[in-house]
């Protein structure tokens, strides 16, 4: 069975520092996608960003950034010069094939990320 | 655009009852997956829809069941509730249910069974 692995369950950084949030996954699949949401205390996840498992170059947005090692089945989130903002429960998500052609995500258990000023 | 919408906000029931949660995809959106996220775990994938048909559903009892209208929103059925069913139930949708598509979240419904 597909897993995703969040050793973390909380972290915390300094305003305008860098801190790495942990993800490891485990899969038979070759081809995948690997995902991390950001839930805040609004409830709603939300996307930040995304690794196709078959691209070799990690994934960036803007302060956000990932170390994908596929052999490792390791997928790390780096934010960059964090921000109060930034404050929230980050998921590590794998997207799953099921049912032949459909597809569903298989979320870790949260690391809650606390931001201090 | 509006995001997904997801009503009511919060609900309290007391065991036994039956509650029915709603949800409107993204404008375009033809799939709707429902989420169950108990408090402090991530999120549980409980059933997807696309085209109306229901394509798959996680390790839930029969109590749990859902719909998908010809306007793409979906409702979600939770009969006979039971203390363990409190949660935050969230509704996502995506284009499609390709495996490129992404999965775009609604706030979520937090239900409290007494």
């Known amino acids: 069975a597909q897993t995703v692995t969040q050793s973390q369950p909380e972290m915390s950084v300094q305003e305008a520092e860098t801190v790495t949030l942990s993800c490891t996954y485990d899969?038979?699949?070759?081809?995948?996608?690997l995902f991390w949401y950001k839930q805040p205390p609004s409830r709603q996840m939300i996307l930040v960003i995304r690794q196709e498992a078959y691209k070799q170059q990690n994934a960036t947005e803007n302060r956000f950034s990932v170390n994908f090692q596929k052999a490792a089945k390791s997928f790390s989130l780096k934010i960059s010069d964090s921000q109060l903002g930034d404050a929230a429960m980050y998921f590590c998500a794998y997207r799953v094939l099921f049912g032949g052609s459909n597809y569903k995500l298989t979320f870790g258990k949260g690391t809650l990320l606390t931001v201090n000023p | 655009d509006a995001g997904v919408t997801q009503s009511p906000t919060h609900l309290i029931k007391t065991r036994g009852q039956h509650v029915t949660l709603r949800c409107s995809p993204i404008?375009?959106?033809?799939?709707v997956s429902w989420y169950q996220q108990v408090l402090g775990q991530g999120p549980q994938f409980i059933f997807q829809?696309?085209?109306?048909?229901?394509?798959g559903r996680g390790n839930f009892p029969d109590r749990f069941s859902a719909r998908q209208f010809p306007n793409y929103s979906s409702e979600l059925n939770v009969n006979a509730l039971l203390l363990g069913d409190s949660a935050l139930y969230l509704c996502a949708s995506s284009l499609e249910v390709l495996a490129k598509n992404i999965q775009y979240f609604g706030a979520g419904t937090r239900l409290s069974v007494l």
């Open positions: 899969t038979s699949e070759s081809d995948y996608y």
């Open positions: 404008s375009g959106h033809k799939s």
């Open positions: 829809y696309y085209e109306k048909e229901e394509r």
